[in-house]
């Protein structure tokens, strides 16, 4: 049996061998959306617990400031950042119980959701429902990481609270994007284009944390084969999220909202 390669995920090398390619994909038959969990694509803070070397989930190497990998367990310089294609984008509240009631997910809600306009402001800037949980406005990128060992991977992006104006900086240069075509000017498809996502230090008045830096790196080329292939599987990505077939386990990887970051 010939060794032809091998590929790395972690620390761990995987051996891959001529003639795997006739049985490509056997043994996940029964595989649904059901069954993968997203991996989510999160900055780390000081009191992250995968930067606490004393914390049963602490990451070798990790500190505040690196983008974390909840699936795969990896850890990326927020300095040399990371490369994504955004597939889809949509916005959920997502209710919280309040940390002195023991804090953990609720539910998440569409913004047309009656529940959502129940939410009333307090003296925090927090939004609160008529039962006492923290409603927290929640921006969702679905994308593509392009990972060198592993390929794209599918992943999600939330911004809450002061990264909010990152989202929005970053539909509108997405949007601003645009070609002509034969029936005139029309606005590129968002998987059309790859996108650096760094970390940068910021602060306000309560403290500093880590933040999304995002730039426009390049874009997909439909003439070539590869740059083809990845905009194919975000557009199945895109229509897999519309459809509902994408599920968010946001009950083990959405952090609870807290103030912005204090170090």
Known sequence: MAKTDVATQGKQEIAVYEGFEQYGNEGFSEVTTEDLAIPFLRILAQLSPQVNKRDGAYVEGAEAGMIYNTVLNEVYSGEDGVLVIPCHYNRRFVEWTPREKGGGYVESYAPTDSIVSTAVRNERGEEILPNGNILSNTAQFFV????????????????????????????????????????????????????????????????????????????????????????????????????????????????????????
Do not use: C
């Open 144 to 263: 593509l990481m392009l990972h060198k060992d592993l390929g794209p991977q599918r992943a999600l992006i939330t911004m809450t609270s002061t990264q909010l104006k990152k989202s929005r900086k970053w539909l509108s240069q997405a949007q601003s994007i645009t070609a002509t075509g034969e029936k005139g000017l029309y606005t590129l498809p968002l998987m059309s284009q790859v996108y650096k996502l760094n970390t940068v230090q910021e602060q306000n008045d309560k403290g500093t944390w880590f933040g999304w830096e995002i730039t426009r790196s390049t874009g997909l080329n439909p003439e070539d084969p590869e740059d083809s292939g990845l905009f194919d599987m975000g557009l199945a990505f895109a229509k897999s999220v519309k459809a509902g077939e994408v599920k968010v386990k946001e009950s083990t990887n959405v952090e609870e909202p807290k103030d912005d970051g204090i170090m």
